[in-house]
């Protein structure tokens, strides 16, 4: 019989208003959220596991660092079959990357949450909880990495990001398609990343990376902050195959010049940067003065390699061959 671990962290699916029309906040614990699950689970138990209950907006590095240590440690434990982790929409696509990154386990994680909140009552999460516990609960999803199981839907965290604000079926991997799906109590897994996942050790997650996104007309200055006040890596959020405002060259060719790494991620939700624009702005030039291109990596999951990276890499001119190196292997 599987066994489950149902780790707890709050977000919109433990969330409730507690008052008619007031703000709505985390509160329920996993006890409740299993609880309200609508149909029995065929033949897996599961174990409550009551990390934190916060929003996922709120979370910070450190925190969601703790989480990935946490289900490493419940999955090296023999009787664990899989992991679920309960956690707000907001920044799951973030946590489940840091998962998939961090957690060298290759038993299931399935992270899950809901839009709709506990005291709706159409609310998603008891539907999304029992289809992620269904999905971990299934050895295919062995070694596929951390997964996002909302709507019926499986998305791998590679990919994976939220596209709207409140609609239930709010994740999709845009440009790579849904990992799989769960119909009733069958779980069907279509597909499988075709890259091995890129394992890292992070001690600690760097909190001082970040992330800068540019906009049409938009000055370089907050890139001359990052330069003068202790910021250690920085993620620019830049148009189509890279290309930024004017400006930027020089500011990055500065930050590149104090040590301060550099990553040029797209701001469209398909496709991959590339060199090709000269002229101030262009990539061609943001690559000459130093920037690391992301690919089709997000400029938010970027930032995460970025921090998970910083702690771990040798000062030196070496650091930024090793940054792009782990930027084509994630
Ligand atoms: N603000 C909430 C959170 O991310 C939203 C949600 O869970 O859907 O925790």
Redesign the pocket.
């Known amino acids: 019989m599987p066994h489950i671990v149902l780790v707890a962290t709050?977000?919109?699916?433990a969330s409730f208003a507690a008052t008619e029309g007031g703000p709505v906040s985390?509160g329920l614990s996993g006890d409740a959220l299993l609880q309200s699950l609508h149909a029995p689970l065929p033949g897996i138990t599961v174990e409550v596991d009551n990390f934190t209950v916060a929003?996922?907006?709120a979370l910070t590095l450190e925190a969601v660092h703790g989480v990935c240590r946490h289900i490493d440690a419940r999955l090296s434990e023999p009787g664990v079959d899989g992991v679920v982790v309960t956690h707000?929409?907001?920044?799951m696509e973030e946590s489940a990357f840091l998962a998939r990154l961090l957690v060298r386990s290759d038993k299931p994680v399935v992270f899950t949450?809901?839009?709709r909140h506990a005291g709706q009552p159409d609310t998603d999460g008891p539907r999304n909880m029992r289809d992620a516990i269904l999905a971990a609960a299934i050895p295919d999803l062995t070694g596929v990495g951390a997964v996002i199981l909302f709507e019926g839907e499986i998305h791998g965290a590679r990919h994976v990001s939220k596209v709207h604000a409140s609609r239930v079926d709010t994740f999709r991997s845009n440009g790579h398609g849904k990992l799989g799906e769960v119909d009733e109590d069958e779980v069907h897994l279509y597909t499988r990343p075709a890259r091995p996942r890129l394992v890292l050790d992070a001690p600690l997650l760097d909190p001082e990376v970040e992330l800068v996104a540019a906009g049409l007309g938009s000055t370089p200055r907050y890139l001359e902050w990052c330069a003068s006040s202790g910021v250690s890596g920085v993620v620019i959020e830049a148009f189509g195959r890279g290309n930024a405002p004017k400006g930027y060259a020089e500011a990055i060719r500065k930050l590149v010049a104090a040590g301060i790494p550099v990553i040029l991620a797209t701001r469209c939700t398909e496709g991959r940067t590339r060199a090709i624009y000269g002229s101030d702005g262009g990539a061609v030039t943001l690559v000459e003065a130093g920037a690391i291109l992301a690919g089709d990596l997000s400029a938010a999951k970027a930032r995460l390699l970025l921090a998970a990276l910083l702690p771990t890499l040798p000062a030196g001119p070496e650091r930024l061959a090793l940054i792009a190196e782990a930027v084509t292997k994630v």
């Open positions: 709050g977000g919109t699916i985390a929003g996922s907006n707000g929409t907001d920044t949450g809901a839009q």
